[in-house]
């Protein structure tokens, strides 16, 4: 990404103070609205159903689905992101219908509360550590494109030093509003970030003569079907250049990374428990896919109209920014770029949120340290802090930003999407079934990487595919390999868990005050009337 010698950078500038300066502030107000644990994570349980699904769709809309997938899509067309957004949007609805209703009513802090209660201390602890490890990353990949944006700004300031000036900034709104103040700024931030990339899409789209000459765009850089999100094993593309049995695995495991990786996570059953009832958990949810799915596509729109406006790009990785640059006013431009900066800090705030949380309410209780409703905000708040350190020394160490992202939620994919779809809804899983899916999932998952790598899946390895590029050879090991580790921890779950009835009996999934939740799933699933998520609740109500 590129702006030197634009001659509006002053505004651009202009604008992301301005962003920043209001994130700061939202963020002291919502500190004076905190006093308890559930102020801080859950944002006192009260929010409507537009802040529920704006706050999703805002925290899912990151650095890497707006520069990122413009970048791959420029160079695989909708093949490439299959990853985000096309299996992001699968998972807000898959997470709505099946799961969303369950937690609600259970009235959990975080996701791992469900692991506690349905599995035991061992899950607890092993569901915390990979939540860690994924907000960890996830972290990192926003920082990554937090440097990129500060350095194209000005280019006498290092990408690391970007990286670390942003994450003190995000850190400290974060730390003072929580949950509150995330949401507030989502929402706030939906419309500029959204409304910009619509923006640029009708500019670019008038720039390669309308919607007719669009779609008939005939390649980009390597896929000469660019709307296809099917493989194309007859032909020159495979998918992303992997045929047989490699490109069947590597497409499958692309919808699955965070179609389901992302279900169990922290961030998004955050912003659902934060709802003000399960309905309105549940429709939010519905809304936030739908947003997500319209905004999303326009991005790789973009980069797929941009190879064709620009088919020569060294580096394709400021694509989006350069549409912005070249197509749109310069006061478009600077507000869009505020947004950019705006959408990486929604996600970056969540993370950070999402990891503190974890710690406090799962881990800390587990090794005995027990905490009154005031050390509990405090220690998350400090927390906060920790995750925003370990997030920018992850940044500094590998500065991908698409690849970051992705691999944040194949975490989840191979070790705890399996124990927590059959603890919702297969009363036989218990905590044996549920520890031998989550480490099988990772031996799998490791095995198959150097397999991969080494030798191919049924097709050529990754380094011949790569050429011998490693990093690229390195990244589609790890995604291919995704797709037989995900099936070990499944398989892993379900025959553990037969084998050991007698010895380790299930536990039923119980709400924080132990009340036994029914697991029907005609009951549990998000099948709910609209008018009960529109309805404004009585304050007698706000107990749940």
């Known amino acids: 990404?590129?702006?030197?010698?634009?001659?509006?950078?002053?505004?651009?500038?202009?604008?992301?103070?301005?962003?920043?300066?209001?994130?700061?502030?939202?963020?002291?107000?919502?500190?004076?609205?905190?006093?308890?644990?559930?102020?801080?994570?859950?944002?006192?349980?009260?929010?409507?159903?537009?802040?529920?699904?704006?706050?999703?769709?805002?925290?899912?809309?990151?650095?890497?689905?707006?520069?990122?997938?413009?970048?791959?899509?420029?160079?695989?067309?909708?093949q490439g992101v299959i990853f985000d957004p096309f299996g992001a949007a699968a998972c807000l609805f898959l997470s709505g219908f099946f799961f969303t209703r369950v937690m609600r009513r259970a009235r959990y802090l975080t996701v791992v509360d469900f692991f506690e209660r349905r599995f035991g201390k061992k899950m607890t602890i092993l569901a915390s550590i990979l939540q860690l490890m994924t907000y960890f990353v996830w972290t990192g990949a926003q920082m990554v494109a937090a440097g990129t944006i500060v350095h194209a700004l000005f280019p006498s300031v290092p990408i690391e030093v970007g990286m670390v000036l942003v994450a003190v900034w995000v850190t400290g709104y974060t730390m003072l509003?929580?949950?509150?103040?995330?949401?507030?700024?989502?929402?706030?931030?939906?419309?500029?970030?959204?409304?910009?990339?619509?923006?640029?899409?009708?500019?670019?789209?008038?720039?390669?003569g309308g919607w007719d000459a669009m779609t008939n765009i005939s390649g980009t850089l390597y896929n000469p079907k660019p709307f296809t999100l099917l493989p194309d094993m007859q032909g020159e593309a495979g998918y992303l250049g992997y045929f047989g049995s490699m490109g069947w695995m590597y497409w499958i495991a692309a919808w699955?990374?965070?179609?389901?990786?992302?279900?169990?996570?922290?961030?998004?059953?955050?912003?659902?428990?934060?709802?003000?009832?399960?309905?309105?958990?549940?429709?939010?949810?519905?809304?936030?896919?739908?947003?997500?799915?319209?905004?999303?596509?326009?991005?790789?729109?973009?980069?797929?109209?941009?190879?064709?406006?620009?088919?020569?790009?060294?580096?394709?990785?400021?694509?989006?920014?350069?549409?912005?640059?070249?197509?749109?006013p310069p006061?478009?431009?600077?507000?869009?770029?505020?947004?950019?900066?705006?959408?990486?800090?929604?996600?970056?705030?969540?993370?950070?949120?999402?990891?503190?949380?974890?710690?406090?309410?799962?881990?800390?209780?587990?090794?005995?340290?027990?905490?009154?409703?005031?050390?509990?905000?405090?220690?998350?708040?400090?927390?906060?802090?920790?995750?925003?350190?370990?997030?920018?020394?992850?940044?500094?160490?590998?500065?991908?930003?698409?690849?970051?992202?992705?691999?944040?939620?194949?975490?989840?994919?191979?070790?705890?999407?399996?124990?927590f779809a059959l603890g919702m809804y297969w009363k036989k899983t218990n905590q044996w079934g549920a520890v031998a899916g989550y480490l099988g999932g990772f031996i799998a998952w490791g095995l198959g990487i150097v397999v991969a790598y080494n030798f191919g899946l049924g097709g050529d390895s990754t380094m011949v595919v790569c050429?011998?590029?490693?990093?690229?050879?390195?990244?589609?090991?790890?995604?291919?390999?995704?797709?037989?580790?995900?099936?070990?921890?499944?398989?892993?779950t379900v025959v553990v868990s037969l084998l050991t009835q007698k010895k380790d009996a299930p536990k039923p999934i119980t709400d924080i005050d132990g009340k036994v939740i029914d697991i029907n799933p005609f009951h549990n699933l998000g099948i709910s009337p609209i008018k009960d998520a529109l309805r404004k609740l009585r304050p007698e109500e706000y107990k749940e």
Do not use: H
Request: aromatic share 14%; with cysteine.
């Open 1 to 78: 990404m590129e702006l030197e010698g634009y001659p509006y950078v002053w505004l651009i500038v202009t604008f992301i103070v301005g962003f920043f300066a209001v994130r700061m502030g939202v963020g002291i107000w919502a500190s004076r609205k905190v006093s308890t644990a559930a102020d801080y994570i859950v944002a006192g349980r009260k929010l409507p159903i537009y802040m529920v699904g704006a706050s999703v769709m805002a925290t899912w809309f990151a650095a890497e689905t707006l520069m990122g997938a413009s970048s791959t899509a420029y160079q695989y067309g909708f």
């Open 177 to 208: 509003g929580g949950m509150l103040a995330d949401t507030l700024l989502d929402f706030i931030q939906m419309f500029f970030t959204a409304g910009g990339v619509m923006l640029i899409f009708l500019f670019v789209l008038n720039q390669v």
């Open 256 to 328: 699955m990374a965070i179609g389901f990786g992302s279900v169990p996570t922290q961030d998004l059953f955050q912003r659902s428990m934060s709802a003000r009832n399960e309905s309105t958990a549940v429709w939010g949810t519905y809304m936030a896919g739908a947003l997500y799915l319209f905004f999303g596509i326009m991005s790789p729109l973009i980069g797929i109209m941009m190879f064709n406006l620009a088919p020569g790009l060294e580096n394709t990785d400021g694509v989006l920014v350069k549409a912005a640059l070249d197509y749109m």
């Open 331 to 419: 006061i478009l431009t600077a507000i869009f770029m505020a947004a950019l900066a705006s959408a990486l800090m929604s996600t970056a705030d969540s993370s950070l949120l999402a990891g503190a949380s974890v710690v406090t309410q799962n881990l800390f209780p587990i090794f005995g340290k027990k905490l009154d409703p005031v050390e509990e905000v405090k220690w998350t708040r400090i927390m906060v802090a920790v995750s925003g350190a370990v997030g920018i020394v992850i940044a500094v160490s590998a500065a991908v930003i698409y690849e970051l992202g992705v691999i944040a939620w194949s975490l989840l994919l191979v070790g705890l999407f399996s124990p």
């Open 467 to 492: 050429a011998g590029d490693t990093d690229c050879a390195f990244w589609d090991a790890t995604y291919i390999a995704s797709f037989p580790a995900f099936f070990t921890s499944l398989i892993l």
